[in-house]
């Protein structure tokens, strides 16, 4: 992590454990929007504004999502990060179809941090927003990047989307509370829980948000309203690592996802959209979870699972 403007120790995973070893995410350091009555002057315009991400990455993948629902892409450019972790944390290396910093020259996303901060502390983390007129950091939180692209940015959008329409945003909110907390970070809190006790905890609860998603899907098509909202978008990038990732190396392995039959009709629903199927990028998701060297310490990149929906 960067402290004071400076990359310290080596890349852990584990951001920080409670005294009971549960896995504590860290908060995120840049949090404007962008409006035309920005106070910092960020207005949203075509060709301003940088989108970096990680697809092995399930927040920068809810970005990515977004920006491709509402019709973005001409707006907003997008560079793509090596998915395998290095002691520099991630880095521009130009393999396995991935990108170079064109935009900045940066070798390590961490650069960016300093960039745009030159005391910076914290991880440096993706997804961020990156502003080419101001070289700065506009936003690395994926909910407001998620918002921006929604709501900053539905002037520019070629998709008439509405990932949050008025009249669902109580039961968008109450659903992706539960979906953070038990499944997109629960699969996290397993993962990386130090004790047995704070795995067991998260675990439980990860499945029991799967019966939960599971029950809810019985009778709709999508987790609120008719159309998929915001809420999908959470939950696909988890279901989308679920087997590949989480079954294994986090120990979520008490069902693989074909045990729950109207998830998985859910998901595939999903994957027919070619703005979810194309954030999905199986080989990055295997080689970037299976870096994490805390959790693989031989770095060896298991052949399977061989699923047939992906
Ligand atoms: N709150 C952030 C979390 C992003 C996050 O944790 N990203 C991970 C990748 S999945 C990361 O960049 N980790 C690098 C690190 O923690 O040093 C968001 O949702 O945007």
């Known amino acids: ?38 106070p910092e002057g ?17 927040w ?26 290095t002691d520099q944390g991630w880095a521009f290396s130009g393999e396995l179809g991935t990108d170079l910093d064109d935009i900045n020259g940066a070798r390590h996303v961490h650069a960016l941090y300093t960039l745009a901060d030159p005391a910076y502390t914290g991880r440096a983390t993706v997804p961020l927003l990156w502003d080419r007129s101001r070289g700065t950091i506009v936003n690395n939180e994926s909910a407001d990047i998620l918002l921006i692209l929604n709501d900053d940015f539905s002037g520019l959008a ?16 109450a659903a992706n509370a539960r979906l953070y907390a038990d499944f997109n970070n629960g699969v996290y809190q397993a993962g990386f829980a130090t004790t047995q006790r704070a795995y067991g905890e998260a675990v439980r609860r990860v499945f029991e948000c799967l019966d939960w998603m599971d029950a809810r899907l019985a009778n709709a098509r999508w987790l609120v309203g008719e159309q998929p909202t915001e809420t999908d978008v959470r939950a ?18 008490l069902r693989p ?54």
């Open 1 to 38: 992590m960067l402290v004071d403007g400076r990359w310290v120790d080596k890349w852990q995973p584990v951001q920080a454990s409670d005294d009971q070893g549960r896995f504590i995410r860290q908060d995120s350091g840049f949090r404007h929007r962008i409006g035309a009555d920005s």
């Open 42 to 58: 960020f207005a949203p315009e075509a060709g301003r504004y940088v989108l970096y991400v990680a697809y092995v990455c399930p």
């Open 60 to 85: 920068a993948c809810r970005t990515l999502i977004a920006l491709r629902l509402k019709g973005l892409e001409h707006a907003m450019d997008v560079r793509v990060v090596d998915p395998r972790l």
């Open 158 to 173: 070629r998709h008439p989307v509405d990932l949050r329409p008025a009249a669902l945003v109580e039961a968008i909110d």
């Open 236 to 253: 696909f990038v988890t279901l989308a690592r679920f087997d590949l990732a989480y079954y294994g190396l986090f120990k979520c392995n």
């Open 257 to 310: 996802l074909a045990a729950y039959p109207n998830v998985m009709a859910y998901f595939r629903r999903l994957l027919a959209k070619p703005a979810f199927a194309s954030s999905v990028r199986a080989d990055h998701i295997k080689a970037g979870y299976y870096s994490i060297r805390a959790l693989n310490p031989t770095g060896i990149v298991p052949a399977g699972p061989l699923l047939d929906y992906l």
